[in-house]
Structure formats: C-alpha cells, structure tokens
C-alpha cells in the first residue's frame, strides 16, 4: 500500500474522533500528520495543540491554556521534572508559586501574604530562561531573594530577584514575630535599666553595647549592622552579581524596619 494511502486511511480513522485525558477532560483530534504529529483540541477550553498518538492514547497530555500549580502558574515546557525528581528551575518555581499562592503555605508563612509573582514568571519557560541567565543560578545551597535589590519588595520578577548564599539571605530578615516593641536590634536590660543591643554575626549573637536611650540604642544597632553587611557584602564579591554588591553596600537600616 501507497503511504499516501495509508495516509489517508489513519486520517479516516483518527480525525474528528474524541479521547479523554487523564486530567483535562475530552479531547477531539482535528488532524493526523503521522503518529508523533496529531492536532487536537481540548473541548472545555478550545486550546488546540499537538501530541503523539501515543500519549492521546494513554492521556497522558496536558492543557497548557490552564494554569496548573496553585491555580497560577503554567508548565509550558516539557521535562520540568523527571520521575519523581524536579528540574533546578522547576523546583524554585514551584516553591516560590507555593509560597505567594498555596493557602496551606500562606497559613503557616503570613508573612508572604502580601506577596505576588509577575505574569511573565507565571511561565515556567520564562522563568527556566531567566535562571539560566542568573550569576549564582546553580550553586549550591543559594537562595532566590526578592528584598535585597529593592528593599521591602513583595514582587517576584525578573527585576527584583537575584540568587544569594545563605549568609546573604539571612542577612537582612526583619524577624518581626520575635522583636517585641522595641525598635529591630533593641531588647530592655530590665536589671540594668538599660537597652541592650545585638547583632546577629554568622548566626551567634554579637553584643553591640547598652545604652540608656531607645533611640539612641538603634543608632548603635544601626551602625554596627550597616558595617557588618559591608563586610559579608566584601567577602562574597567576586562572586555576587554586581546588582547585588550594591545594593548591599548602600543598604541602610531603618528604625521602622
């Protein structure tokens, strides 16, 4: 038999013929090419695409129209995980979806209730992109971190992130539900009738000093902690993105931080 025949007969076989998916409801074929070509369309969103004939007969196909992690953020690549082991990129995506858009997240992390990603990062392909494109993407135990280029920043995107090492991400966290009500930095020496100060140093407590004045105990806080980051900010250096060193060297403590 001819292929343009046997063409013919798989064509008269499989189009306008309807397959569930696993996941995503029914799906119509609207055109045989060969086996590893098939157009289709799914019927509860009109999204037309092309799978092999092997996965819209298993059903083992996804529509990419719908967002499918936390009802916000889209898989458009294939091989975002491989088994049961997700890809770099994938599993800091994932995390950070999880983080703004998971409410069981949200409950036991509020403090990123206020936190959002970009659209253009609600793609998985433009977010693997970006990464690929990062200095300290890939090293590791580094972290993604959205406060340090702009301070206070609740927006996931390409221009607000950076990756940074441990030392560094920890750097600057405010650790609100621990302070008390005195200004960061600042705890009450009942005894003493004073102001104590720390600051935290490669995670042990470093004293600063105390004082009889709240405010003027944060001043003392404030120039210890701006110094130190100097310092950490200098030691890592030749590896950070330039981004990153400045504004780590131009970072400045507030009392309403």
Same mark, same amino acid.
């Given at each position: 038999?001819?292929?343009?025949?046997? @063409?013919?007969?798989?064509?008269?076989?499989?189009?306008?013929?309807?397959?569930?998916?696993?996941?995503?409801?029914?799906?119509?074929?609207?055109?045989?090419?060969?086996?590893?070509? #098939?157009?289709?369309?799914? @019927?509860?969103?009109?999204?037309?695409?092309?799978?092999?004939?092997?996965?819209?007969?298993?059903?083992?196909?996804?529509?990419?129209? @719908?967002?499918?992690? !936390?009802?916000?953020?889209?898989?458009?690549?294939?091989?975002?995980?491989?088994?049961?082991?997700?890809?770099?990129?994938?599993?800091?995506?994932?995390?950070?979806?999880?983080? !703004?858009?998971?409410?069981?997240?949200?409950?036991?992390?509020?403090?990123?209730?206020? *936190?959002?990603?970009?659209?253009?990062?609600? =793609? @998985?392909?433009?977010?693997?992109?970006? *990464?690929?494109?990062?200095?300290?993407?890939?090293?590791?135990?580094?972290?993604?971190?959205?406060?340090?280029?702009?301070?206070?920043?609740?927006?996931?995107?390409?221009?607000? *992130? !950076?990756?940074?090492?441990?030392?560094?991400?920890?750097?600057?966290?405010?650790?609100?539900?621990?302070?008390?009500?005195?200004?960061?930095?600042?705890?009450?020496?009942?005894?003493?009738?004073?102001?104590?100060?720390?600051?935290? #140093?490669?995670?042990?407590?470093?004293?600063?000093?105390?004082?009889? !004045?709240?405010?003027?105990?944060? =001043?003392?806080?404030?120039?210890?902690?701006?110094?130190?980051?100097?310092?950490?900010?200098?030691?890592?250096?030749?590896?950070?993105?330039?981004?990153? =060193?400045?504004?780590?060297?131009?970072?400045?403590?507030?009392?309403?931080?």
């Amino acid at each position: 038999m001819k292929r343009e025949d046997q @063409l013919a007969l798989k064509k008269a076989e499989y189009e306008g013929k309807v397959y569930p998916s696993n996941r995503f409801g029914d799906i119509k074929v609207l055109e045989y090419k060969n086996n590893k070509q #098939v157009v289709i369309k799914f @019927l509860n969103t009109g999204f037309i695409t092309e799978e092999s004939m092997g996965d819209i007969r298993s059903g083992h196909i996804r529509d990419s129209s @719908l967002p499918t992690t !936390c009802g916000f953020g889209y898989i458009d690549i294939e091989g975002a995980s491989i088994g049961r082991y997700m890809t770099k990129e994938y599993q800091i995506w994932n995390n950070m979806i999880n983080r !703004c858009y998971n409410e069981k997240e949200l409950n036991r992390n509020p403090t990123y209730k206020d *936190c959002h990603v970009s659209e253009d990062w609600r =793609y @998985l392909s433009n977010f693997k992109e970006w *990464c690929n494109n990062q200095i300290g993407f890939g090293n590791q135990g580094w972290h993604l971190d959205k406060d340090i280029l702009i301070k206070g920043n609740k927006v996931y995107s390409e221009d607000t *992130c !950076c990756f940074v090492p441990p030392e560094i991400n920890t750097l600057i966290l405010k650790a609100d539900r621990i302070r008390g009500k005195y200004p960061i930095g600042v705890y009450e020496d009942k005894q003493a009738g004073k102001f104590k100060v720390r600051i935290s #140093v490669e995670g042990k407590h470093k004293h600063v000093g105390r004082y009889y !004045c709240e405010k003027e105990a944060f =001043y003392a806080y404030k120039v210890a902690k701006e110094q130190y980051i100097k310092e950490v900010a200098n030691k890592w250096k030749s590896q950070l993105d330039s981004r990153v =060193y400045e504004a780590l060297m131009n970072y400045e403590v507030d009392i309403s931080d």
